[in-house]
């Protein structure tokens, strides 16, 4: 058996992490630990797994941990989990700044332990299908993306008490929590951009910005937008791919059009078809089907079972965040950030 514990139920989608762990047959949840006793313990009574109040026990009992806390407290678990020896997996964003970042990157070294970045937009075959048009030169040479992400949690009263707008514990707001997704699609996609400008505010009166957009520049001359809001009543068009040769659309891959936006989901357009109309492509976004963020426990389950190296590594993790901290840096000071 896989012994797997969860460290911190404070983000919502340890739950879904648990119900995919629980899904598989050689995968045991050995225990769930919390600095928030009352939620580790409801939390573990409603998966049936026991609740250890000691991290150092939690870590003896199990072969790996999946981090799901306050993203502050990241930085402070893996250490603790790489000093046991102990495989992990992380909630994204991967830290609140670069420096808690580095610390991550050399506990992960220094106990040699397997690390995986939780990135989910990583297995929907859609942004697969948008990788396959972009590097087999489907669109021709690219020289605009637009990527909006995000929810409308925000225009619940609640959400302004949830840890999720406390800037010490989340790091950030919308730009941070919602774009990282962003970030890494582009990271991924097209390489690292050379250089950010980008803007932000608090239509809600949140400690942390709950809109923002920011735009990176890249060294072939592509730019690339990210548009993130905690206040999305609706949306639709969620990337949007430009090139020379050809179009690519799709919606339905984030909070604010999941529910709202109907097939097909994937539209492309290239110059050489003989009608000038959009090809769909038979593609439903994992969003769409369901359990999005349990693909990343079943990977990660998946990479402890057969020793490889999980698909998305520490590095991912590092550089989408650098993508948002330069924009953070960008709006501190008004003037574009070379990355």
């Known amino acids: 058996m896989i012994r797997i514990a969860i460290l911190s139920f404070a983000h919502y989608h340890a739950n879904f992490w648990a119900e995919a762990f629980q899904a598989e047959s050689d995968v045991a949840i050995t225990a769930i630990w919390d600095d928030d006793a009352e939620r580790g313990r409801e939390a573990a009574t409603r998966f049936g797994v026991p609740f250890v109040a000691d991290l150092d026990t939690a870590l003896a009992g199990c072969d790996a941990v999946a981090v799901c806390s306050e993203t502050h407290a990241h930085v402070a678990l893996i250490e603790r989990a790489a000093r046991a020896g102990r495989a992990v997996l992380c909630e994204k964003p991967l830290a609140t700044d670069l420096a808690a970042a580095g610390r991550i990157a050399a506990a992960v ?57 406390d800037p010490a514990r989340a790091g950030g707001g919308a730009l941070l929590d919602e774009g990282v997704h962003a970030a890494d699609f582009l990271c991924w996609t097209f390489g690292m951009p050379v250089g950010v400008i980008a803007t932000a505010s608090s239509s809600l009166g949140l400690a942390v910005e709950d809109q923002a957009i920011a735009v990176f520049d890249y060294a072939d001359g592509m730019t690339a937008e990210i548009v993130t809001s905690f206040s999305f009543a609706a949306a639709d068009i969620s990337i949007e791919i430009y090139g020379t040769q050809g179009t690519a659309l799709v919606s339905g891959v984030d909070l604010a059009s999941r529910d709202i936006s109907s097939g097909p989901f994937l539209r492309v357009y290239t110059r050489d078809q003989s009608t000038r109309e959009w090809t769909n492509a038979e593609l439903v976004p994992q969003f769409k089907r369901g359990r999005f963020h349990h693909q990343n426990a079943i990977a990660f389950a998946a990479a402890l079972r057969t020793r490889q190296p999980p698909p998305v590594t520490l590095d991912d993790g590092v550089r989408a965040l650098t993508l948002i901290v330069r924009a953070y840096e960008a709006i501190r000071t008004h003037s574009r950030i070379a990355i």
């Open 109 to 165: 070294a220094a106990g040699g332990i397997a690390f995986m970045q939780s990135f989910p937009k990583r297995f929907d075959p859609v942004s697969h299908a948008l990788r396959r048009l972009v590097a087999d030169g489907t669109l021709g040479r690219i020289g605009l993306v637009r990527i909006r992400h995000g929810h409308f949690y925000g225009l619940d009263p609640e959400f302004a008490r949830r840890w999720y707008v």
